[in-house]
């Protein structure tokens, strides 16, 4: 299955997993970004509170123009990202 993976006000990546579990996903995701695991990822990123990781299912992935923006990506202030559609325009 594809999984989008994004940081707080970052653009999303696609990764693909056969595991099912969310938190396996992120594991794989921040293996392959060179850590150990996703707690460890944080840890060095310095988040000890909240993970700064955001995922979701595609489950059947058909572009649209993403209403929140009108398609732009861009966020309501000056270098910002659309938080609905993580700055890719669409929906």
Known sequence: MKYEIWVDNGVADEFESASHSLNDVLDEYCQEAGYSDHAA???TLG????????????ESYEPGICDACNGSGEGMHDGTTCSTCKGRGEA
């Open 41 to 43: 990822a944080c840890e």
């Open 47 to 58: 988040f000890t509170d909240d993970s700064p990781f955001n995922i979701r299912a595609i």
